[in-house]
């Protein structure tokens, strides 16, 4: 292990045997994640926030019932999503993806010309706009694929839903996404 | 937006976006470990994920039963689920027993889908749905998915009486347990009896008699699902390969065994 970061499996196994730190391992090394996954759901960075530490709380308790072997990463954002709906649902309204959370990132596109980099950030705004208006369950397949690089077994492990499912679902959501943009630019033509 | 864009515009978009959307600003693990050693504070109870605002759909008088119930319960309990070893089922002893009452209407319905036959029930489930010869066919079948739950629902069979759930003579509920994911949680109290008891072919089922317990189920994630909370009365559990069933009735033990013995 030296040097290396020790794998899920062996910080989930210590977790089980009642080693704190050692989940404070997965939480950092997954914060962003759960946060993010809490966000396309709940729209608002306060409530991912909150909802997230909520999740890693709940994922804590259940430790206990984790298979052993199995990956931890897509067990986790499940509970995780599930805690955001909750929390959406409690609040009674639909999220709306703040942009200023996407914008505020230094970009890494500095290759840009002010004119390219202008569009880009205009069809940033697009596309979020347009997601917003995605069923969530839509919005969180494309989350999954598109902002956090899950692999399809992922997915589907962090879905609920069988690999099969999963390819579908995305593709039905982008469908979904493209007529909305689609039509946008129809109802600004 | 002026243009149109592409397929592969929008997925680029959409990554682009991905690449900038934010974490949280600093580690959360100061705030997780909070929140994890004031819920380790709290009451078991509380760590069933039963939430308060949640128990509103439940009905009144089982509501009352069991705020009374917890609010009187010293924070002990015994997990007996090791020791059962019923794949996919928990049992807590609680101190009190809650308080024997009819039922109201809430329970008449099921969820799920309903299937025609066992075989369509099979289908959908992913596993093979036994019903038992004793009682016959069901007169309704339901099968929930997240997580896979089929329930075969008996309403009055002559010879049975009623059970706690109106209209209902037997019930039974097969899923495929696993050791470490509870489908369903049982709170029983010391009026509650537990016994281990075989079946006609050696099989170890679990009688639970006397006064009703409360049952819950969990959801795929774990979480107890409130509105699924109520008063069961005597029921069976036992595990055959590899598939956990329940039969909830109020017969003998004598009986429950002969109607579990005939399952095929």
């Known amino acids: 292990m030296e040097g290396r970061p020790a794998e899920d499996a062996v910080l989930v196994e210590r977790a089980q045997h009642g080693d704190t730190e ?142 099969g499912t999963v390819k579908s679902r995305l593709s039905r959501a982008i469908a979904r996404l493209r007529e909305i943009t689609a039509g946008e630019v129809r109802a600004d033509a | 937006m002026p243009e149109r864009l592409d397929d592969r515009d929008l997925e680029r978009t959409l990554s682009d976006i991905g690449t900038r959307l934010d974490g949280p600003k600093r580690d959360m693990w100061p705030a997780v470990r909070a929140r994890i050693a004031e819920r380790r504070a709290q009451p078991w109870w509380s760590r069933l994920g039963l939430d308060r605002q949640r128990l509103a759909p439940i009905a009144a008088t089982l509501t009352v039963i069991l705020v009374a119930t917890l609010v009187l319960t010293p924070s002990f309990v015994d997990a007996l689920e090791h020791l059962l070893n019923i794949p996919g089922v928990q049992i807590f002893r609680i101190p009190n027993t809650p308080t024997p009452m009819p039922t109201t209407g809430a329970f008449a319905s099921f969820s799920g889908q309903r299937a025609s036959s066992i075989v369509e029930a099979s289908r959908l489930a992913g596993f093979q749905v036994r019903e038992p010869g004793a009682l016959g066919a069901p007169d309704e079948i339901y099968v929930e998915l997240a997580p896979v739950r089929v329930t075969l629902v008996y309403r009055s069979r002559q010879g049975l009486p009623v059970t706690a759930v109106p209209g209902v003579s037997a019930l039974i509920v097969e899923f495929k347990g696993s050791l470490d994911a509870p489908i369903l949680g049982k709170a029983i109290g010391p009026g509650t009896t537990l016994e281990a008891v075989p079946l006609s072919n050696g099989t170890a089922s679990y009688w639970l008699a006397g006064q009703p317990h409360q049952f819950f189920y969990r959801d795929s994630n774990g979480q107890t699902q409130p509105d699924t909370l109520r008063l069961a009365g005597n029921t069976l559990l036992w595990d055959a390969g590899g598939i956990t069933y329940r039969l909830e009735a109020q017969v003998s033990r004598e009986e429950a065994v002969r109607i579990a013995s005939s399952f095929r």
């Open chain 1, 22 to 163: 050692a989940y404070g391992e997965l939480v950092r090394r997954y914060q962003a994640l759960a946060t993010r996954t809490a966000y396309v759901i709940t729209g608002l960075s306060t409530d991912a926030e909150d909802a997230a530490q909520d999740g890693f709380t709940k994922a804590y308790f259940a430790l206990g019932r984790f298979r052993t072997g199995a990956p931890f990463r897509p067990w986790l954002l499940r509970i995780v999503a599930n805690e955001a709906k909750n929390r959406r649902k409690a609040a009674g309204r639909r999220p709306t993806v703040d942009l200023s959370v996407a914008e505020d990132r230094p970009s890494g596109d500095t290759a840009l010309s002010p004119e390219e980099a202008a569009l880009a950030s205009e069809r940033r705004t697009f596309v979020l706009g347009a997601l917003g208006k995605l069923r969530e369950e839509d919005r969180l397949v494309i989350a999954y694929r598109y902002f956090m690089q899950l692999s399809e077994a992922e997915m589907a492990d962090a879905l609920g839903v069988a690999r």
